[in-house]
T-cell receptor, first 110, second 114 residues
Framework: QQPVQSPQAVILREGEDAVINCSSSKALYSVHWYRQKHGEAPVFLMILLKGGEQKGHEKISASFNEKKQQSSLYLTASQLSYSGTYFCGTVVSSGSRLTFGEGTQLTVNP | NAGVTQTPKFQVLKTGQSMTLQCAQDMNHNSMYWYRQDPGMGLRLIYYSASEGTTDKGEVPNGYNVSRLNKREFSLRLESAAPSQTSVYFC?????????????FGPGTRLTVL
């Protein structure tokens, strides 16, 4: 079942912060975050694993609440380059496939 | 390393025509995937191949077939294209390693069916 992302869209001014949420009705093994710029392929940002391990971008932080099956991506001091659509992808067991949410469109203006 | 490559980048078809989208990866990854992306719909999985020699249906397999030709290549075929198949198609690959590795995406194929 597809995870639910919120908000669907957010507009920021450069330097502002944003939080993007991802929730699932299923127990999760991991949550992935990807960013897609217009006309380009999605690019990996971060993986959060059950048990607390994280791998990914140094400048991006995220959390994974295993009890609530929710993840949040924190974008602080946003830059123009942060603009794009952010997708979370959920994995229910090790080695199983990713299921992506519908995305959150982030626009950062000068 | 070219990563994941897809051909063609753009294609226009007439209803009923057939075509094959090609995907190749040079990262020695075991798993490969085909997604379609429609506006506002996110990435929907069409078919995937967990390893060479195996293929499985994803969320939206109707109207498509796939072939895992070898470890490097995974093709997607539209036998009789329909306007509803107008979309951007992404191929992706993923290694089999511990710690739940990331997926690597190709640049996409933009398909229009008239």
């Amino acid at each position: 079942q597809q995870p639910v992302q919120s908000p669907q869209a957010v507009i920021l001014r450069e330097g502002e912060d944003a939080v993007i949420n991802c929730s699932s009705s299923k127990a999760l093994y991991s949550v992935h975050w990807y960013r897609q710029k217009h006309g380009e392929a999605p690019v990996f940002l971060m993986i959060l694993l059950k048990g607390g391990e994280q791998k990914g971008h140094e400048k991006i932080s995220a959390s994974f609440n295993e009890k609530k099956q929710q993840s949040s991506l924190y974008l602080t001091a946003s830059q123009l380059s942060y603009s794009g659509t952010y997708f979370c992808g959920t994995v229910v067991s090790s080695g199983s496939r990713l299921t992506f949410g519908e995305g959150t469109q982030l626009t950062v203006n000068p | 390393n070219a990563g994941v490559t897809q051909t063609p980048k753009f294609q226009v078809l007439k209803t009923g025509q057939s075509m094959t989208l090609q995907c190749a990866q040079d990262m020695n990854h075991n798993s490969m995937y085909w997604y379609r992306q429609d506006p506002g719909m996110g990435l929907r999985l069409i078919y995937y191949s967990a390893s060479e020699g195996t293929t499985d249906k994803g969320e939206v397999p109707n109207g498509y077939n796939v072939s895992r030709l070898n470890k490097r290549e995974f093709s997607l075929r539209l036998e009789s294209a329909a306007p509803s198949q107008t979309s951007v198609y992404f191929c992706a690959s993923r290694p089999w390693t511990s710690g739940d590795p990331e997926q690597f995406f190709g640049p996409g194929t933009r398909l229009t069916v008239l």
